[in-house]
C-alpha cells in the first residue's frame, strides 16, 4: 500500500529564516506530487505541482520554490521567510491521469 | 480561474441527514471531488463524481449535475464523528490532475 510522509509536523521559524519542508511517497512509482497551503479560515491553495523528477509547475508567485531531487521526493524551500507564509503546509500524491489525491500529514509552520 | 462556492457551516444532530452543497464555475471541467478534513488533520478523500448522478458510499453520497455546475454530498445517520470540514474541489482536464479546493462546510454534529 502507499504511504505519504511529511517532516517536521510542526516548525516556528523567524521571518527572513530559510525553510525545507520534505514529502516522501512510498509504495508507487512516477507519482503525481503536489504542494499545497492552508491558510487559517482559507481554503486550500495549491502552490506548486510536478509531474515527473525535475519538472515543476508554480501555480501563484511567492517567495516559495518547489523541486523534485528524486521520483518520489519532493521538497518546499524559502530563501527568507515572511509572516505571511505561516500556515499549514500539506503534501499530496495521485496516480498520473487519474484524479483523486492523497494527503500527507502536513507540516503546520508559525513565522514570527 | 474557478470559482467554487459551498456554504461555512452547517450544524446537524446525531442520526440525522444533512446535505452540503457546492456549485462551481470552471471550463473544461473533468470531475468533482469531496474531501473531509477533521480539525489539525489533513484531507481525506470521500467521493468522485465525473458523471452525472448519484455515488452512494455507504453513508455518504455524492451527487453531480454538470448543467448546473452544483453537486452536494449527503451524509446519513450522522455521528459525532462526522463533525469536520468537507471539501468540494474541481479538477479541470487541461491541467495535468490539479484540483481547485471551495473553502470547505464546517459541520458541527449535536448529540
Known amino acids: 500500500s502507499q504511504t505519504i510522509h511529511q517532516w517536521p509536523a510542526t516548525l516556528v521559524q523567524p521571518v527572513g529564516s530559510p525553510l525545507s519542508l520534505e514529502c516522501t511517497v512510498e509504495g508507487t512509482s512516477n507519482p503525481n506530487l503536489y504542494w499545497y497551503r492552508q491558510a487559517a479560515g482559507r481554503g486550500l491553495q495549491l502552490l506548486f505541482y510536478s509531474v515527473g523528477i525535475g519538472q515543476i509547475s508554480s501555480e501563484v508567485p511567492q517567495n516559495l520554490s518547489a523541486s523534485r531531487p528524486q521520483d518520489r521526493q519532493f521538497i518546499l524551500s524559502s530563501k527568507k521567510l515572511l509572516l505571511s507564509d505561516s500556515g499549514f503546509y500539506l503534501c499530496?500524491?495521485?496516480?498520473?491521469?487519474?484524479?483523486?489525491?492523497?494527503f500527507g500529514p502536513g507540516t503546520r509552520l508559525t513565522v514570527t | 480561474g474557478q470559482n467554487i462556492d459551498q456554504p461555512t457551516e452547517m450544524t446537524a444532530t446525531e442520526g440525522a441527514i444533512v446535505q452540503i452543497n457546492c456549485t462551481y464555475q470552471?471550463?473544461?471541467?473533468?470531475?468533482l471531488f469531496w474531501y473531509q478534513q477533521h480539525a489539525g488533520e489533513a484531507p481525506t478523500f470521500l467521493s468522485y463524481n465525473v458523471l452525472d448522478g448519484l455515488e452512494e458510499k455507504g453513508r455518504f453520497s455524492s451527487f453531480l449535475s454538470r448543467s448546473k455546475g452544483y453537486s452536494y454530498l449527503l451524509l446519513k445517520e450522522l455521528q459525532m464523528k462526522d463533525s469536520a470540514s468537507y471539501l468540494c474541489a474541481v479538477r479541470r482536464g487541461s491541467t495535468l490532475g490539479r484540483l481547485y479546493f471551495g473553502r470547505g462546510t464546517q459541520l458541527t454534529v449535536w448529540p
Open positions: 499530496a500524491w495521485s496516480v498520473a491521469g487519474k484524479g483523486e489525491q492523497y
Open positions: 470552471t471550463s473544461g471541467f473533468n470531475g
